[in-house]
């Protein structure tokens, strides 16, 4: 069966950490670049980061830049997105989302247009 499983969010106080994971299964993921999403109760889905297929070339939103960090290990079939310093504001639920290109796009790679297959979300939760 083709799927992404994402896991490891959680409630977590502001400033602390978390990883997420995104582990795929039915096919192989060193074919595809891959992006983090997320989204917050009543706002858009969101680009948070970005990562083409070998790591090689990485993005990452604004807000989260120097907070976050996107790895890949495609011996385990798996993305992972680094969350440090968080805040409030980094509540939602994060997806993970695979681009049909072992690049992401140059631009726009932020929007969910264009992805062509998703997890089933994680939540997290910045509160203290």
């Known amino acids: 069966q083709t799927q992404f499983v994402e896991s490891g969010g959680g409630l977590v106080q502001p400033g602390g950490s978390l990883r997420l994971s995104c582990a795929a299964s039915g096919f192989t993921l060193n074919h595809y670049a891959v992006t983090w999403f997320r989204q917050a109760p009543g706002k858009e889905r969101e680009g948070v980061s970005c990562i083409n297929w070998n790591g090689g070339l990485t993005n990452a939103a604004d807000s989260v830049k120097g907070r976050f960090t996107i790895t890949r290990d495609n011996a385990k079939n798996t993305v992972y997105l680094h969350m440090n310093s968080l805040e409030a504001e980094d509540t939602a639920v994060y997806y993970c989302?695979?681009?049909?290109?072992?690049?992401?796009?140059?631009?726009?790679?932020?929007?969910?247009?264009?992805?062509?297959?998703w997890g089933q979300g994680t939540q997290v939760t910045v509160s203290s």
């Open positions: 989302a695979r681009y049909p290109h072992t690049e992401p796009p140059v631009t726009g790679w932020g929007s969910p247009t264009g992805y062509e297959f």
